[in-house]
């Protein structure tokens, strides 16, 4: 692969069996935490024809890869220019944290639609420690790394939906979505 090229393999068509509710609770109640972000209208989104794609992410290269994905799913739903940025530099934080703090995951991208809006979801899943302090994580300016904790926050303003379900010691998924106008 040269420099440039895109390795992510683009989305794929496929049915849905499970569409994934607007919440979901991968920890027992008293052990999870749940921040829900900004949303859009509150009406329910299903899957746009099940398209789909899952990207590793368990070393830097791997957040090219995510980062790539994400760019070719924004133009695939067309969004405009400003959005697609918003929503690659939401990926980027979400899979970097995932990677960072929560020792790798899974990011998965899915196309969705709600009535004639069409939207991009994506699901970053980590199984490290957790975070402890939700509303601490979500204050601009905190960080538990190097970086100037502007990431989770930052993520969440920059998407419509925003969901995080996080509980110490079962890691952390984050589902995202941003809708077309």
């Given at each position: 692969m ?53 990207h ?73 420690p ?32 925003f ?19």
């Open positions: 040269r420099p440039g090229d895109d390795p992510s393999p683009g989305l794929v068509a496929m049915e849905d069996p499970h569409p994934r509710p607007a919440a979901v609770e991968d920890h027992p109640p008293q052990a999870a935490a749940t921040r829900l972000g900004p949303t859009h209208s509150g009406q329910a989104a299903e899957t746009a024809g099940g398209s789909a794609s899952r590793p992410i368990r070393s830097e290269e791997h957040l090219l890869t995510a980062r790539h994905a994400v760019r070719a799913a924004t133009l695939d739903v067309g969004f405009t220019l400003v959005d697609q940025t918003r929503v690659v530099t939401a990926a980027s934080e979400l899979v970097r944290n995932a990677y960072i703090h929560g020792g790798g995951g899974t990011l998965t991208i899915e196309v969705v639609r709600r009535a004639d809006v069409r939207g991009l979801r994506l699901t970053v899943t980590d199984h490290g957790g975070i402890s302090d939700l509303d601490a994580a979500f204050t601009d300016g905190y960080t538990t790394g190097p970086g100037l904790g502007h990431g989770l926050g930052g993520a969440r303003r920059l998407m419509d939906d969901h995080i379900h996080t509980a110490e010691g079962h890691g952390t998924t984050v589902i995202a979505t941003r809708w077309t106008s």
